[in-house]
């Protein structure tokens, strides 16, 4: 195979998909045409491709230990890697690189939310907060995911527009799709349990809805002890509890039947980078309530039914509204289809590729 010229660092690529390996595991096979060398302890993603092995315990499924981990290996590792191969640049699919070794950089940036929603002792917000604005001046360009996250770019990492281009995600059309299943009468969230998410916005909304409506709330997402005994303790305190589902998480398998059988996708995030689950949910033919924060907008347009983030009562109208009106559910879920085909891989993957071709 021919020597690359392109190192590719997926030293972040967990074995439990979730928003980021979900990116990259979709991007990369579009870089072909650059025949890149992949930095992975998951080969078996990538048959077609030039891998060199990498430790395995570098990402979030190891904790805080794992990011630790990959951290350092960036800085002492990664710029070996550089000077072993005949590279010319390395692309990160997270604001991640190693600083001041001259190693040619474009790094992806998703979001800015440990410095929107800062916890003050939290090593995420320090990192964003001191390493990443270093990051974003050292790269030779950074790629992000939606307007949203690319004027966050600019206002938190001090850099000029002409550094910053936007190359909006995507989903599997194959995989997130109308199965002609019939909804079941709950509403679904899916996503991380962080109060930003605005899951226990959600819980207080639904507790809110007469018992008489006979629906229930489930909750998709792996557990975090910091968060969700909270969320659990609160909808005990609202008399929900048998009603709120907490499901865990769900394999990638099993989503498009989770959200094709849902009355509605509830998502009232305070701010997203991109809006990932919002897009899946409306390929799915699912009704979607969400926010009109951050990048929702540009990922849901007029498809889905948007309110205010933090407002209960709006998000109680809106569950209401969905709960009792077919033709609603209806509208919502065919501009929803209409509105996912505008975004591809395929698009998102070939943006990246003319854009890594510009500095290679």
């Known amino acids: 195979m021919t020597d690359s010229k392109l190192l590719v660092n997926l030293a972040m690529l967990m074995e439990r998909p979730t928003g980021i390996s979900t990116y990259a595991l979709n991007v990369v096979p579009h870089l072909a045409d650059l025949t890149p060398t992949l930095l992975t302890a998951q080969p078996q993603h990538f048959p077609n491709f030039q891998t ?15 990011h630790a981990r990959r951290l350092w290996w960036n800085q002492t590792e990664l710029p070996r890697h550089s000077k072993t191969h005949p590279s010319s640049l390395i692309f990160s699919p997270v604001p991640e690189m190693p600083l001041w070794r001259g190693c040619r950089t474009v790094v992806m940036v998703h ?9 003050w002792r939290s090593p995420l917000t320090n990192y964003f907060r001191f390493i990443v604005p270093q990051i974003l001046d050292q790269a030779v360009h950074i790629i992000c995911n939606s307007q949203s996250t690319a004027d966050d770019v600019m206002r938190f990492g001090h850099v000029p527009a002409s550094k910053v281009t936007p190359i909006p995600l995507a989903y599997d059309a194959e ?11 709950y509403f679904l969230y899916l ?7 605005g899951v226990s916005q959600a819980i207080s909304a639904f507790a809110q809805l007469p018992q008489a409506a006979d629906c229930e709330f489930w909750i998709a997402g792996g557990a975090d002890s910091r968060f969700t005994p909270q969320l659990q303790a609160q909808a005990e305190a609202l008399s929900v509890s048998e009603r709120v589902k907490f499901l865990g998480y769900v394999p990638y398998k099993k989503l498009p039947e989770l959200l094709n059988q849902a009355i509605a996708f509830v998502f009232p995030s305070q ?11 409306m390929a799915c033919g699912t009704p979607v309530i969400t926010s009109n924060a951050g990048a929702i907008p540009e990922v849901g347009s007029d498809a889905t039914l948007c309110i205010p983030p933090n407002d209960i009562s ?28 505008k975004f591809s891989w395929a698009e998102t993957g070939t943006k990246t590729l003319n854009k890594l071709k510009i500095y290679l």
């Not at 996503?191 to 998410?197: A, E, F, T």
């Not at 701010?271 to 949910?281: D, M, N, R, S």
């Open 191 to 197: 996503g991380r349990h962080d109060p930003y998410k």
């Open 52 to 66: 060199q092995a990498i430790p395995g315990d570098l990402t979030a499924e190891q904790g805080s230990k794992g």
């Open 314 to 341: 709006a998000l109680t109208s809106a569950l209401t509204e969905l709960l009792h009106d077919g033709q609603l559910q209806k509208q919502l879920s065919l501009k929803g289809l209409a509105q996912s085909q």
């Open 111 to 119: 979001d800015f939310i440990p410095l929107r929603f800062p916890r």
């Open 175 to 185: 995989h997130f799709k109308p199965l002609e299943l019939p909804r079941q009468n």
């Open 271 to 281: 701010w997203e980078g991109f809006g990932l689950p919002v897009l899946e949910a």
